[in-house]
């Protein structure tokens, strides 16, 4: 379908866009339409589970589902709610051959008794399941935090993401590097200056991409013709499964 979008645009408003601060929150919505064909994309269940986004739109004229964490609600932490409505997404998309693009920024998977009793794990584990059955082509933009396990259950590279960017100001790593550093060097007497460098040496993408797990660290305004050259690479992509039955999903 031709959209009258440029596959080449940049916006440069996204190398503006995060806050300084990690910690502070920014509307992934405004990534999406900044990439997105025309800045139009139709969000499915937007009033469940508003922690994550699940939408469709084009790029190029493809379409693709995105799913993308909300930094503005709830620091895009994944919950039993946001799983349960990611993984339908997922197998939604791997069903009608929808190829499926992430955009990442999650810091963990929302803790407190209710989210341990309610099982989170179980439900997380759904997301894990849906990603690794999906045989469609998966790409996935890291904008700023990816840490442990649920960036795992965000299609990282090891749950068979077909390409993987980065933003300069992505951190991936098992935690946060100022939480990691209190606690590696917590009897330290220069405990300050020694995490002040750890955080500056591992709060960045490029220790990720030395290891592999990152394809490549783009400018964030390149967001959008990166997806589209991946598209264009996996257009032929396809899976060769060994033949069963079915999986056994965890319900």
């Known amino acids: ?6 596959p080449t645009r940049e916006d440069e408003g996204l190398n503006s866009l995060l806050p ?18 025309n800045g139009e994309y139709y969000e ?5 589970a508003t922690n994550i986004i699940t939408c469709f739109a084009r790029f190029d004229g493809q379409s693709v589902g995105i799913i993308a964490n909300q930094p ?5 932490c994944l919950d039993i709610n946001a799983s349960d409505k990611s993984s339908r997404f997922i197998r939604f998309c791997d069903a009608f051959n929808i190829p499926i693009v992430n955009f990442v920024d999650v810091p963990g998977f929302l803790p407190g008794t209710n989210q341990e009793w309610g099982g989170i794990i179980r439900h997380g584990a759904k997301m894990l ?30 749950l068979g993401a077909d390409q993987v960017y980065a933003w300069p100001t992505s951190e991936i790593a098992v935690m946060g590097p100022a939480g990691a550093a209190n606690i590696i060097f917590k009897k330290d007497e220069d405990k300050d200056a020694k995490t002040a460098k750890y955080v500056e040496e591992f709060a960045t993408p490029y220790k990720a991409a030395e290891r592999g797990f990152v394809d490549v660290v783009i400018e964030p305004k390149q967001t959008r013709p990166a997806v589209i ?3 264009a690479m996996l257009a032929s992509k396809r899976e060769n499964r060994a033949p069963k039955k079915h999986g056994n999903i965890p319900l």
């Open 72 to 76: 503005k609600v709830m620091a895009g």
């Open 129 to 158: 399941y849906a990603y690794s059955e999906a045989t469609v082509p998966k790409i996935t933009v890291i904008t700023r935090k990816a840490y442990g396990g649920s960036y795992l259950a965000m299609c990282s590279q090891d």
């Open 229 to 231: 050259n991946a598209l």
């Open 20 to 37: 300084d601060n990690s910690n502070m929150p920014y509307d992934m919505k405004d990534v999406i339409a900044a990439t997105v064909d």
């Open 44 to 48: 499915v269940q937007p009033f469940y």
């Open 1 to 6: 379908v031709d959209t009258g979008d440029d």
